[in-house]
């Protein structure tokens, strides 16, 4: 007989939830002039980026095109990095990098050694850090809850 497949336990995330985890998070994290840029990791961070960027006044935004996990919570290999700011951005700068959720910590450990291997000083900041699930030596400096969990936000369509 075949082991059933768990289904996970599911966080669902409203939009006045996300609200409230981003206003707790720019709360950890210090104010704006602490940082030169912000960098949000795609796909998942753009969002509380954006919304992190208006709440602490920052108006540097940089994107890395990111893929680790797919659609069904799935991982690659290795990440897969689509594109990346230039170094010429990331040198001598304070950057904050934000994404929604640390799961194994993979995808951050791949950004944020391009940020340190272009001469930035990265902060690592994420709406839900799952310590039990990490998988690399480094953590994030700031997060706004902690789960074990599935964590559905709003804007992913139900995912």
């Known amino acids: 007989m075949d082991d059933p497949v768990e ?17 707790r998070l720019a709360e950890r994290i210090g104010g704006a002039g602490e940082y030169d840029v912000l960098l949000a990791v795609t796909r998942g961070g ?11 006044g920052i108006r ?24 990346f700011p230039d170094p010429a951005l990331l040198r001598g700068q304070r950057v ?8 194994t910590g993979s995808t951050m450990a791949a950004v944020v050694a ?4 272009a001469g930035g000083d990265p902060t690592i900041a ?16 700031a997060w706004a809850a902690m789960t074990e969990n599935w964590v559905v936000y709003p804007y992913k369509a139900g995912r």
């Open 126 to 141: 994420v709406l839900h850090y799952k310590p039990g699930r990490s998988l690399v030596p480094e953590r994030p400096h």
């Open 96 to 103: 904050l990098v934000v994404d929604e959720v640390w799961e």
């Open 46 to 56: 753009l969002v509380p980026a954006g919304m992190l960027a208006y709440r602490m």
């Open 114 to 117: 391009r940020v340190r291997d």
């Open 60 to 83: 540097e935004i940089l994107v890395a095109a990111v893929e680790y996990y797919d659609d069904e919570g799935e991982t690659r290999e290795e990440v897969l990095f689509h594109h």
């Open 7 to 23: 289904t996970p336990v599911k966080d669902h995330v409203s939009w006045p939830e996300l609200d409230d985890l981003v206003a």
